[in-house]
């Protein structure tokens, strides 16, 4: 079944770095979701990048789909992105997100 | 807003217990899931749903079961609870499968004592 593989596992940054967080997935796939945790725990949805290149807001995602990777970089940090970014594509015949591990991301003022 | 509603948030069960753990969904989403975090695990899916009264296995389904009475309700039910099942469980809903709009519940620890 589709595997998905994040890298760093972790990110230390001081604020107003930036940073480039890496998915890789198994097996070629229409969706791409980057998620964020909180460290309370929880879950919401970043953007949906299936190909090509997403902004919204500080947060770039490119998605190389027929290499089946995706990057999410986020520029000039603050301490409120600390968290784990989780990485997410279609398993189950399409009918399921299926995550990789994360990135941890500590943002230091 | 979209809203998915787990309960209990906490718990504590014995081994060999049977446990059941409750998800509710205001979005009038056809698609619900259950997944379990373990630290280094990221998010593994236990099960899922796409139509009332039907279930699918996701990739660590053994253990568990789920239930899927209506549109709005989803559970998930350890009938021998084991220590290795001991994790946080998050509920998730969708419209559709392209998982471009997922939310996700605010999860429930579950330590198996």
């Known amino acids: 079944g589709q595997q998905v593989q994040q890298s760093p596992a972790s990110l230390v940054l001081q604020e107003g770095e930036n940073a480039e967080l890496q998915c890789n997935f198994s097996?070629?796939?229409?969706?791409l979701q980057w998620f964020y945790q909180s460290p309370g725990g929880s879950l919401v949805s970043l953007l949906s990048?299936?190909?090509g290149t997403k902004h919204t807001g500080r947060l770039t995602s490119t998605t190389v789909t027929k290499e089946r990777r995706s990057s999410l970089h986020i520029s000039s940090s603050q301490t409120t992105d600390s968290g784990t970014y989780l990485c997410?594509?279609?398993?189950?015949?399409?009918?399921?997100?299926?995550f990789g591990t994360g990135t941890t991301v500590s943002v230091s003022p | 807003e979209a809203a998915v509603t787990q309960s209990p948030r906490s718990k504590v069960a014995v081994t060999g217990g049977k446990v059941t753990l409750s998800c509710h969904q205001t979005?009038?989403?056809?698609?619900m899931y259950w997944y379990r975090q373990d630290t280094g695990h990221g998010l593994r899916l236990i099960h899922y749903?796409?139509?009332?009264?039907?279930?699918e296995k996701g990739d660590i389904p053994d253990g568990y079961k789920a239930s899927r009475p209506s549109q709005e309700n989803f559970s998930l039910i350890l009938e021998l609870a084991s220590l290795s099942q001991t994790a946080v469980y998050f509920c998730?809903?969708?419209?559709?499968?392209?998982?471009?709009?997922?939310?996700f519940g605010k999860g429930t620890r579950l330590t198996v004592v």
């Open positions: 979005n009038n989403h056809d698609y």
């Open positions: 997410a594509t279609a398993g189950q015949g399409g009918r399921a997100l299926i």
């Open positions: 998730a809903s969708s419209p559709d499968s392209r998982g471009t709009e997922v939310f």
């Open positions: 749903s796409y139509v009332a009264d039907s279930t």
């Open positions: 990048n299936p190909s």
């Open positions: 097996s070629t796939a229409t969706q």
